[in-house]
């Protein structure tokens, strides 16, 4: 019986997705997404989704954001600019950016309003909050990772050193790719096409996501924070790390 797994990750409206047969993995594919649901409900049926993508809201939110929030950014150090604190709930479903700043200042403490970056991203968080209060059962299935904290954790817990973009994108982007085909993707999928309309940034992200559902699903996936937090309608607040690489297994160029 197979056993699909999937990455996904937000690109232009849309989500760059990619699956995997954990019992055949020379079954693969990358696509382009309408939405999440799409994913979770194709043909594959993923059982195991990582999703890069706040997944449990504060209705309060205080300094640094969730404990999620504030685990990753001591994890990434130098780079935790890239874990931005999550607002409070009434932010995130707020009607416009001035109305989100308002809401987001009066539910924390201390203060704060999110970014215009941040604001952006908040129909994707509000896609996926409506999906699981929607349809419970899919918090077994689909997990908030973060793509930085999953490639330093495949670099053996060291920063990267190259960007996905700016100059020395390409390099970024090569030095992911080894990090995804040395924990154990196959080439064909890192090498191979990707959707049109997705990135290659965000396709190697939602590579990023599925290298997370593998190791959720196998039991070696670690939680930030440990033990793992809920927020006030039961959802998970828990961001997921894949396993270590294995000694002898991160690429000599990182």
């Known amino acids: 019986m197979a056993r699909w797994i999937a990455g996904l990750d937000g690109c232009r409206g849309a989500w760059a997705g990619v699956l995997l047969d954990l019992d055949d993995p020379g079954r693969h594919r990358a696509a382009l997404f309408k939405t999440v649901a799409a994913c979770l409900d194709g043909p594959e049926a993923p059982v195991s989704v990582g999703i890069d993508v706040p997944i449990g809201l504060p209705n309060r939110a205080t300094a640094g954001g969730r404990a999620a929030d504030r685990a990753a950014r001591a994890y990434l150090g130098a780079n935790r600019s890239s874990v931005f604190p999550v ?7 707020a009607d416009d950016y001035t109305a989100a700043k308002a809401l987001s200042r009066a539910n924390s403490a201390p203060p704060f309003a999110p970014s215009i ?4 991203i908040f129909r994707y968080i509000r896609a996926v909050d409506d999906l699981l ?5 899919l918090t077994a299935r689909l997990h908030e990772v973060h793509p930085e904290i999953a490639f330093r954790r ?3 817990d060291r920063p990267l050193g190259a960007g996905k973009k700016g100059p020395q994108r390409q390099a ?12 154990g993707l196959p080439e064909t999928l890192v090498h191979g096409a990707r ?5 290659a940034d965000d396709h190697l992200d939602a590579m990023a996501g599925l290298v997370v559902a593998r190791d959720i699903l196998l039991g070696r996936a670690s ?3 440990d033990p793992p937090e809920r927020d006030g309608h039961g959802l998970p607040a828990v961001i997921w790390m894949p396993a270590p690489p ?8 990182c």
């Open 195 to 199: 959707p049109r309309g997705v990135g």
């Open 133 to 137: 209060h929607s349809r419970s059962a």
């Open 117 to 120: 970056q941040c604001f952006n």
């Open 154 to 156: 495949l670099n053996g």
């Open 246 to 253: 294995r000694r002898g297994t991160r690429p000599e160029s």
């Open 172 to 183: 970024g982007l090569d030095l992911r790719r080894a990090l995804l085909v040395a924990a």
């Open 87 to 93: 607002p409070p709930r009434a932010a995130i479903f």
């Open 223 to 225: 939680p930030l924070p």
